[in-house]
Structure formats: structure tokens, C-alpha cells
């Protein structure tokens, strides 16, 4: 019913309003470049996607998760630029900007609209790499995300009669304030693979971290040492998210793609490349088919290697999720090379890839305890493939 439905694509001009201003690692230019590479390839053009920009949410939609004292702090520092630091507001992360909460509710309601137009079936897909902002708590800003636009989309897919979603989180950083909303609702599954929260923010996110009373098993972290690269990363991702994922059964799969993982990121340790990220976005795209018969809404996220990686590696994103995937060895285009020799003073990259084969050996081929990234894997395997009906020493 839905394969003749077009892809839906956030984005408008408005979008980049969401900036943290100069100096900042969360710049709009991030987006910007990506969508100008995306264009420059031709992908945003035909009558199978929908490029659309989004309203802003109203304060009732985004009480859905955020706390009323919350949503008047972030309007009052919007308005006069007062710092409010007991809700996160006007810290070294989440420095207050103008129109800092059109800027955020515009966000969150670009997802709150592709999720719903995946779920009624008026999206295919739809991806917003806008959204994302994974780390915004209830009742405050944290690590550059004011409102949680992935949480307020799962809420509203919910009140919208959805009864399981599946929220994947591929960023380096550990997706804690989508953890926290959902800790005690069995019909949301939250999993995250990301840097060890010993040596980076926000600290959590480690294997013991399974779910609430009554929601047990519904929250999986695979917490990475620093240092992971493609082999370990990927066979992280795919010893874990398919089993859990398929064991949960989700309705929709809502997946954000920080691409903080990568080598290049100037906040992270992981080594991953742009190969490692594009397998990634295929396996879970292939998992929403597979799971939840394409009902996927794919979100932003971190990435701050502003124009080495982000826009190579969402471009990747929205032509997988579009079906016109980008061959890796595609040559970038000069008038996208261009606008970075003028704004940066540098050539950026030239090719749409890494050159790694991002090759892993799966799982199932044997688990060795003397390698670190093993004994992560197996850690998350122990702690919650039970409570989900799931063996943690066989597939
Ligand atoms: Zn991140
Ligand atoms: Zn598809």
C-alpha cells in the first residue's frame, strides 16, 4: 500500500535557524553543506521524494515530553537572552541564541510530521537530518539539543495508536535523553551503540542500563571502547540491533544517525569511516523493511567534522532512503567543492568515499574474550538478550 508513496525529505531554509552561532561545533552550515551535496547529486528532484519544511510545534505538542516550566524558560531565554543554567540554558553547550525556541520547535515538529506521514502512509520513508537531538532531557537543554524532536515523534506515534516503536540511536554519544523518556514504557525500545560513557559524554549508557520496572529489556546500550573502527563498530551492530529489534517487533523503526563516529570528528574517539556509516544506514534501512514494512523515519544527530564527513555521510543517508544510493566512488561535484573553497579557504573531499571496504566478521563466527570490543558486545548480549526471549550465546 505505501510503495508508491513518495519520500519525505525535511527541509527549508528556515531549518538552519537552529545554530548555536560562530565557533559553536552544532553550526546550521553542517546541514546546509549536506543539503547542497544532495542537490548537487540530484537526489532531492523527482516525483518519488517530497522535500518539505515544517511548522514549529506547539507548546502542547512539546509538553508531550518536556515539562511546562521547561517550555516557558527556553521561550522567556528566546525572547530577552537570559541564561536560565537550572534548565540548561546559556551553558557552554547550550548557549542561549535568538529565536533559539522557533528555531528547536521547528525541528521537532519536521519529525512529529515524517513520523506520522510514515505511519498513516503518506511517507514511504522520511528523513529529517535536522532532528536528532537525542540528548535533550524533560526539563532541560543538555550536550546541544534543546528540545528531543526523536522523543516527541515516538510520543506522538503512540497517542497516534502505534503500539511498539524501535528507536535506534547510531551516534557516537549515548542517546540518553530518548533513554530517559521512554525508561518505563514497554512499548518503546530504545537501543544505543556508541563511545564508552568513561570517556565521553554524557557518562551513561552502559549494558546494566536494560529498562524500568515493567519495561525491563526495553532499553539496550552497547557501550564501545575508544578507538572502535569499522570491523568493530559494525560487528557491534550486528551482533545486537537485528536480534533485539526483530524480538521487539516494532510497528515503526525511528533511527538517528550522529555521524560522530567517524575518524575525523573533532568531539569523539571512535575511528569509523564514512564506508562503516553507509552499511550502517543500509542495514537499518533493510531492518525497516524487513521489521516494520518500511515504516522508517531516519533522524540527524551529532557530527561536527562540518565538511569532511557530515555531508558525505547524510547525503549517503537520503539516497538509501530515497533508493538511489550513492556509489561510493562517486566524485563530488565542483560547484559543491567550489563553495567550500570559498567559505573555507580549503578543498574539501573529492570522493563520496573513504576508500575502507568496511568489512566485519559477524558474530556468529566466535567471540573472543581477549578482544575488548568482544567482551562489550557480549556485556549488552548478557544483560538483555534474556529479558527479551533472546539467547545471548547463539543467534
Ligand atoms: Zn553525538
Ligand atoms: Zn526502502
Redesign the pocket.
Known sequence: MTSSAPVRVVWSREMLAYDFGHGHPMTSERLDLTIRLAEALGLLVGDDVELVGAEMASDALLQTVHTPAYVAAVHAASTDGTPDPVFGLGTSDDPVFPDMHEASARVVQGSVDSALAVWEGRA??AVNVTGGLHHAMPASASGFCVYNDAAVAIRALLEAGVQRVAYVDIDAHHGDGVQTVFWDDPRVLTVSVHETGQALFPGTGHARETGGPGAEGTAVNVALPSGTGDAGWLRALDAVVPAVVRAFDPDVLVTQHGCDTHLLDPLTHLRVSVDGQVLAAHLL?DLA?EVAD?RWVALGGGGYAVVDVVPRSWTHLLGIAT?HPVDPGTQIPDEWRSLVRERYGRLGPDLMTDGRDARFSPWSSGYDPGNDVDRSIRATRAAVFPSLGLDPDHD
Open positions: 514511504l520513508h534501512h523493511h518500511g533508493h
